[in-house]
Structures are given as structure tokens and as C-alpha cells.
């Protein structure tokens, strides 16, 4: 009770936030059916706009010299495919349309489609019934997939599977161009071990479809492009989303820019707990990281073996040593919970008993968000009892392997979604599960996905880094979601200007810390 009062308190400061909404097929449905109702459009010149959008895409990025060799399913996704054809060919391109028949009923769009078609150009098209009817393709050709979009009931079966996996072996021979859905992707349920097309681009209409974001799904979209096609905002505005991607904008809404008198009490006191003997440079990193973030001081409590190096590598923060000579051990007894606005608690911490102890005290006495990673995880997945003690609104920041040590294993990644968002809900916290979209799983059940970041950050102390972010926002009273959302965006765009600079192979974690002043210079 208590923590649902907190965490109402904590979302009526949280800001209002613009972002990108992640809608299901279902709601894209409506979508599609309030636009022609209310624009008012017809469900023809719909499709006409859509799949005049791709057209124009494929003129901007392939010849006329290319052969285009277009596969139609029998829905609205094939009509797509079928206007598609009808475009280029007008734009003087060779296009072949195979008629896949995965249905014994067309859609009343894809008949109007296919008769324009056949009047205007018969010889190009033919049927696809069965996997010998592949056509054998030549050097130059550019293959578009239209086959099922959005409309996919179930995972594809028999020959039409077949006809994906014939289409997937072309994948090192000709650029592969999906109609708003790779064909058997599902766009909300797992789509494991179903045949998929394994697009190099896809052309997707109007907004993200959850399936892009799943890392079980990395084969498939290949380079994904929002095509907007104008469906009614009214719609969009109004309809509620689960799942949300986060951009530049939103973040432009959190940052609150410096004030002209603010001295350094004003952004915030903030407590890091970390380091071990081994394990110095995990501390080091996320205190370098949480004062290039902007907080106000820092206090570090370290081991004593790790006095001295803290004092030499950041003569920024102050230094607080533990009892225990090689690990921290009882750190609780000396945080007095009034002087410091937040604490970040993990980064090189070890596994010992007495710091989960500590740990368990410290939980108990500190009321306000805090920040929970690495081996501070590692000890709630061992005594998960403490989870229960988290002050609410607090963040813990997992990567796949500490997310299933923390709450047990998934057959998929949609179920682990689920998981992490369920989790959130029922500790009132975030929960931050690391990855290429990292997902930022909130205490109301809203799930945004950060899109910043890049492979060179796959990298030891990166995670700390960003746990020195984190913490340093919350110091600076970032509202919880506010912090969470700008910190990941933050440390993935400066990881992505640390790539362009160094590249992703020789970037390391310091790295992304040199180039932080720069992310919030450019980025917001
Ligand atoms: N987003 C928009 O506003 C617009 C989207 N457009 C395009 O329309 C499709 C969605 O069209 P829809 O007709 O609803 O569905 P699809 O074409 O994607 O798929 C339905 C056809 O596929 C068959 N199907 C379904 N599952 C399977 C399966 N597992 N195996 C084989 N065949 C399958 C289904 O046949 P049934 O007999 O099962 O009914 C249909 O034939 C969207 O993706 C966009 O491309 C508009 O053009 C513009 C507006
Ligand atoms: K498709």
C-alpha cells in the first residue's frame, strides 16, 4: 500500500512525455478503418498511398536497370504489392508478379488491384501454387515481398513456408525488400522457430511493429523504414499503447537544462556503493560516469583496499572506506539516509553474505529511488526476499542473464517481456532489460524502448557507466521515469558518437563517458 502511494506521488511529478507508439495488428486495424471512415479515404486509395510510398522508396534506392520481381499474397499486404508493381512498371521498370496462393479467397482490395494489373500489364503476373513455381531469377534482381503483412493468422506452413525458404536462399544474391511485415513474422506474438522472410530492408508503414524490437527476431527486418501514410492522428493521439519506442523528442521533453543560480547542492548529493578488490575499475567507471551526468557531489564507498584508487583516479568524488578490507561489508551503518538524494548500489560490489546483509539494512532504512545493477542484482537473485524491500520507484538494470536469475527463464522473448513487465507492476519499479532495444519495463505497466546504442558498447564497464548516469540524473531529482528513459537514451547516443569516432571495435567504456558532455551538447 504504502509503496503504491509512493509510486503515485512518484508519476504525478513524472512529465508528460511525446513518444512513439508501438500498436498492435489489432489497433493498426482500426487504424486502417477509422482513417477511411473519418478522413474520410477509400480503402483503395489507402493502399494507393501506402504502397505509393514503397514505389517511390524503391525508385530512390534501385534502377531501372534491376529486374523487379514482386510476390504477392492474396490480402491487403499482395494488393500492396500489386500497386507496387503497377507503379514501377509505369516508372519503366521490368516487373514479375507472382501471385502466391496462400488463401482460396482474395481480398476485395487485392481483386481490384490485381484487375488494374491485368489490364494495364497481364504477362508480367502468374501464379505461385506450389514451391516449383519459383521463378529462377537473374543476376540483377531485386526481390519485394508482399506476401502477408500484418494480417498473419498463424505461423506459415507447408509449401507456402516452402516458397519463404526459397526466398531466404536468394538472401547473399539479391536485396531482399519487405512490404510492412517480413511474411510470417508475427507483429505481437513470438514468431520462434516459424519460416520468416530474412528481409535486408523493410518497408514498414507508419509505426514500429513490436516484433521488430525483439532480439529472438534479429534475422528478419533487416533495416527498418517508417513510411508515414497518413493515418488519422485523432486515432493516434487517443488510443493507449503498452509498448513505446523513445527518440530525440521525447527526450527534449525530459531534459531540464541547468539553472543560471544553481550551486552545487542544488543538483543533488549522490551515494555509490561499489568496488572490490579486482574490481576497482567497475566503481571508478560509474563515478566518473555519474559526475559527467551532472551531479551535484559524490560520495563513494569503497573497500579499503580501493581508498587510494578511487582518491587518484576522480579527485571529484569524496571517498567513504568500509570496515572490510577487500569487499564492503557494512556500509549501512554509516549512510545516514537524509544526506544523500540517491544511492547507485552493484558496479564491482562481490557476492559476500555480509554485503548482502548490509545490503538487506540498507534497502530497509533508505526510502527514496535508488539504483540497483550488477552484483547487487546478483545478490537479490540469491536472497529474493530483498526484492521485496526495494523503495519504490527505484531502478534495477539487468542484462538477459541477471533478468533470468532474477525472475527464471522464458521460452521467448514476448514472454520475457511480459515477465519484465508484470515484475515492474507487482515491485512498483523499473526495470531496465539491457539489450539492442533496451526495454524500460515501468511501475504502470508501460514498456518503452530505447533506440540508442550500438554493438561497440558490448563491452566491459559499460553497464557501469550507465549505472553512474542513472544515479547521477536521480541526484539531479530527474523524476525516476524521467532518468531512466533520458539516461539510456543518453549512454546510447554517446556510445554511437564514441563509434563514429573510434569505431565499435575500439571503443571502450571510458569512451562512452569522454563522449557524454557531447550527447547532451548534440543530442538534446
Ligand atoms: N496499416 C494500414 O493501415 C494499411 C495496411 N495495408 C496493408 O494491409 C496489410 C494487412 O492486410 P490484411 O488483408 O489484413 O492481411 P495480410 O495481407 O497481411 O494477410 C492476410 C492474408 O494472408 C493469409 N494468411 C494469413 N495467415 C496465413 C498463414 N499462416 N499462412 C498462409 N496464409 C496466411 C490470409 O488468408 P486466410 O485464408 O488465412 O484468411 C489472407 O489471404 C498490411 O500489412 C499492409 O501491407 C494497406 O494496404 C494500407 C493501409
Ligand atoms: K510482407
Known amino acids: 500500500m504504502i509503496r503504491f502511494f509512493m509510486f503515485l506521488i512518484l508519476e504525478y511529478f513524472s512529465v508528460q512525455l511525446s513518444n512513439m507508439k508501438i500498436f498492435t495488428a489489432a489497433q493498426i486495424r482500426e487504424a486502417d478503418a477509422f482513417t477511411i471512415k473519418n478522413e474520410p479515404i477509400s480503402s483503395p486509395q489507402l493502399m494507393e498511398r501506402a504502397a505509393g510510398k514503397c514505389a517511390a522508396w524503391i525508385g530512390e534506392h534501385y534502377s531501372q536497370q534491376h529486374p523487379i520481381y514482386i510476390f504477392c499474397g492474396k490480402g491487403n499486404n499482395g494488393g500492396d504489392g500489386l500497386v507496387i508493381a503497377r507503379m514501377l512498371q509505369q516508372q519503366g521498370y521490368t516487373v514479375s508478379v507472382g501471385i502466391v496462393q496462400n488463401s482460396s479467397k482474395a481480398s476485395p482490395d487485392h481483386i481490384l488491384q490485381l484487375q488494374a494489373l491485368q489490364k494495364h500489364s497481364p504477362s508480367s503476373l502468374y501464379e505461385i501454387g506450389y514451391i516449383t513455381d519459383f521463378p529462377a531469377l537473374p543476376a540483377n534482381a531485386v526481390i519485394v515481398d508482399a506476401i502477408i503483412g500484418t494480417g498473419i493468422n498463424k505461423p506459415i506452413e507447408g509449401w507456402v513456408a516452402g516458397i519463404i525458404h526459397q526466398i531466404n536462399d536468394q538472401h547473399h544474391k539479391h536485396p531482399i525488400i519487405a512490404i510492412d511485415m517480413p511474411s510470417g513474422l508475427m507483429a505481437d506474438v513470438s514468431s520462434r522457430h516459424a519460416p520468416v522472410v530474412q528481409a535486408h530492408h523493410t518497408l514498414s508503414f507508419e509505426f514500429y511493429k513490436l516484433a521488430f524490437l525483439l532480439p529472438e527476431n534479429a534475422a528478419f527486418p533487416g533495416q ?243 549505472t553512474g548516469i542513472l544515479t547521477g540524473l536521480l541526484a539531479q531529482d530527474y523524476a525516476p521515469k524521467a532518468a531512466v528513459l533520458l539516461g539510456t537514451w543518453l549512454h546510447g547516443f554517446a556510445g554511437d558518437l564514441a563509434a563514429a569516432h573510434l569505431s565499435q571495435e575500439a571503443m571502450t567504456a571510458s569512451d562512452i563517458i569522454s563522449y557524454l558532455g557531447k550527447a547532451f551538447q548534440e543530442g538534446l
Open 224 to 466: 527498418v523504414h517508417i513510411l508515414p501514410i497518413g493515418l488519422h492522428p485523432e486515432y493516434i493521439t487517443h488510443t493507449p499503447a503498452r509498448y513505446h519506442l523513445s527518440d530525440k523528442e521525447m527526450m527534449r521533453t525530459i531534459y531540464q537544462p541547468r539553472d543560471p543560480f544553481a550551486h552545487k547542492g542544488t543538483y543533488g548529493h549522490a551515494l555509490l556503493i561499489a568496488g572490490s578488490y579486482g574490481k576497482m575499475g567497475a566503481a571508478i567507471l560509474s563515478a566518473k560516469a555519474c559526475l559527467h551526468a551532472g551531479v551535484g557531489l559524490l560520495s563513494c564507498h569503497v573497500p579499503q583496499s580501493g581508498y587510494q584508487i578511487m582518491q587518484i583516479s576522480e579527485p571529484c568524488a569524496m571517498c567513504i572506506t568500509d570496515e572490510g578490507t577487500d569487499y564492503n561489508t557494512h556500509f549501512h551503518s554509516s549512510i545516514d539516509a537524509s544526506s544523500y538524494k540517491t544511492i547507485g548500489i552493484g558496479p564491482g560490489l562481490g557476492t559476500q553474505p555480509v554485503t548482502a546483509r548490509s545490503m538487506e539494512l540498507l534497502l530497509e532504512a533508505f526510502p527514496r529511488p535508488m539504483v540497483i545493477d550488477a552484483d547487487a542484482l546478483n545478490l537479490l537473485s540469491v536472497y529474493p526476499y530483498l526484492l521485496y524491500k526495494i523503495p519504490a520507484g527505484s531502478i534495477l538494470t539487468p542484462h538477459p542473464k541477471e533478468f533470468e536469475r532474477l525472475f527464471g527463464a522464458t521460452t521467448n522473448d514476448v514472454e520475457r517481456l511480459e515477465l519484465l513487465s508484470k515484475q515492474a507492476v507487482k515491485l512498483q519499479i523499473y526495470i531496465l532489460l539491457k539489450g539492442r532495444y533496451t526495454a524500460i519495463a515501468c511501475p504502470d505497466g508501460a514498456v518503452y524502448f530505447n533506440n540508442t546504442g550500438n554493438p561497440g558498447m558490448a563491452t566491459g564497464g559499460s553497464g557501469d557507466v550507465l
